[in-house]
Nanobody, 115 residues
Framework: QVQLVESGGGLVQAGESLRLSCAAS????????MGWYRQAPGKQRELVAR???????NYADSVKGRFTISRDNAKNTVNLQMNSLKPEDTAVYYC?????????WGQGTQVTVSS
């Protein structure tokens, strides 16, 4: 079983930055990827950024150049540095771990960007 605990959400103004962190524990050995998804009210959950076990990354077009995903293998954490935030980035952000054809999810953290 996998446990994912997110932290770092909050309320900021447009143009400011936030850093999200996700601590993973449990049966995570050999995972394929970790990443961040988000879900805004009335919308489907969407991929924000993902980092694979080999270190490669991919980003949603809407966040390229503004967000950076990174991983600390020693601490089993994945971070999302979010710069130049926009009101349309407002959503609940979920940490994800994909291993053995199974997706695991954190409880989510709210990010609100005011204009």
């Amino acid at each position: 079983q996998v446990q994912l605990v997110e932290s770092g959400g909050g309320l900021v103004q447009a143009g400011e930055s936030l850093r999200l962190s996700c601590a993973a524990s449990g049966s995570i050995f050999g995972f394929s990827s970790m990443g961040w998804y988000r879900q805004a009210p009335g919308k489907q959950r969407e991929l924000v950024a993902r980092i694979y076990s080999g270190g490669s990354t991919n980003y949603a077009d809407s966040v390229k150049g503004r967000f950076t995903i990174s991983r600390d293998n020693a601490k089993n954490t994945v971070n999302l540095q979010m710069n130049s935030l926009k009101p349309e980035d407002t959503a609940v952000y979920y940490c994800n771990l994909y291993r053995g054809f199974v997706n695991s999810w954190g409880q989510g953290t709210q990010v609100t960007v005011s204009s």
